[in-house]
């Protein structure tokens, strides 16, 4: 009897810890185990920047990215291996995403200063791309730790998960939806776009099209950056100002300077919430620093591997052996 209760306890006990996720992350997770570790992240992610400001940006991004496919699981750090095609070449990030090696540079530093493999790789995303933020301007937010590390990627999943430039609104509000975002998420977390730049690839669509609704002068100064048979991978910044966090990507997006497509569908792309929200943003910069904060944290929250889930990674390329 006394066998069947313990069993009882330690199935409810693992049922309990499988469901709670989010619910098991907290501010001051290493504060016992590696108080140094979020002091040193935020120096390398300053002197990342310092060498080269659209760092920033990156970091951030990278941090989207894993978290839009299974959670935020450090899964989009994996290198592909024999066995497995992880996700570092799928459509949104194949050439694209960058950061790799100062996430490899901030994962020694710490692995150093806590004396061992403590913090995960997942949660030094999450903390860089906070830190990332700051750093350009934005507010302080706190963000919560405690995620483990995947032990698998799959291109398949990043395929899926990650929008893409050439959405539609109600196919961008579906994947936030689908990640459970909501609107106010989407146009929010779309502000991310005041950092960094985009590859004509994926904008040059909109310049040699007679509907595109793209302000002209803004079309025209993009065409001389992007021809139509030019390189692609020349870059053009995502709002006026790439390395500052402040509310002049939706004063672009009211302006029709928005660069990609999915920008501009979230002002006049048919929603009149979405509109009310950009002019919200567009007026108010105290609100969008405010709110990008906690947006970033309920994104960061997403699905993540607690407890004994997953693993803590000791280098963030590959599993533990
Ligand atoms: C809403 C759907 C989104 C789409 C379709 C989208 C698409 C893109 C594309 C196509 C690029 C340029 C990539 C390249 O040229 O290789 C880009 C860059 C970027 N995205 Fe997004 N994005 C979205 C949402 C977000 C979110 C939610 C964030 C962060 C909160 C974010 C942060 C960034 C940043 C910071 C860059 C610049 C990166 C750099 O300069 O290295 N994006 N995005
Ligand atoms: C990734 O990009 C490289 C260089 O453009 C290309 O050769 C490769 O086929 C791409 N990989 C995938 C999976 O699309
Ligand atoms: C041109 O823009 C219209 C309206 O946005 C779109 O439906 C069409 O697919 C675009 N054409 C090209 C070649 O991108």
Redesign the pocket.
């Known amino acids: 009897m006394a066998f069947l209760i313990l069993w009882f306890a330690v199935v409810a006990a693992a049922l309990a810890s499988a469901a709670s996720g989010y619910r098991d992350l907290t501010a001051d997770f290493y504060s016992e185990t590696c108080p140094q570790a979020l002091p040193t992240i935020k120096l390398s992610v300053g002197a990342a920047i310092l060498k080269e400001p659209r760092m920033g940006a990156s970091l951030v991004r990278l941090h989207f990215h894993d978290c839009f496919v299974n959670g935020c699981d450090g899964s989009i750090l994996l290198d592909d291996t024999d066995g497995m095609i992880g996700e570092k ?1 799928a ?1 949104a990030n ?2 694209s995403v960058r950061g790799f090696d100062v996430i490899d540079d901030i994962k020694s530093a710490v692995n150093t200063v806590c004396l061992g493999n403590v913090v995960s790789c997942a949660d030094i995303l999450a903390v860089a791309a906070r830190d990332s933020i700051v750093a350009l301007g934005g507010s302080p937010y706190e963000v919560l730790l405690g995620r483990r590390d995947a032990t698998s990627a799959s ?1 398949d999943d990043a395929n899926d998960g990650i929008p893409n430039p050439f959405m539609d609104f109600p196919e961008l509000l579906a994947n936030f939806e689908t990640h459970g975002l909501s609107l106010h998420d989407l146009v929010v977390l779309s502000g991310g776009h005041t950092l960094g730049y985009s590859r004509c690839l994926f904008f040059r669509s909109r310049l040699y099209n007679e509907s595109d609704t793209l302000d002209p002068a803004y079309a025209a100064a993009l065409e001389e950056q992007c021809l139509p048979d030019s390189d692609d991978d020349a870059l053009a910044s995502l709002d006026d100002t790439p390395t500052t966090v402040d509310t002049d990507y939706y004063q672009g997006l009211m302006q029709g300077r928005a660069l990609l497509h999915s920008d501009q569908q979230l002002y006049q792309g048919g929603d009149g919430d979405s509109d009310t929200l950009v002019k919200y943003y567009g007026a108010n910069p105290d609100k969008f620093w405010e709110d990008l904060g906690a947006a970033m944290v309920k994104m960061g929250n997403m699905s993540p591997l607690t407890g004994d889930e997953g693993e803590v990674r000791e280098n963030c390329r590959v599993v533990n052996q």
Request: cysteine-free; hydrophobic content about 40%; overall charge neutral.
């Open positions: 070449t459509q194949n050439m291109i």
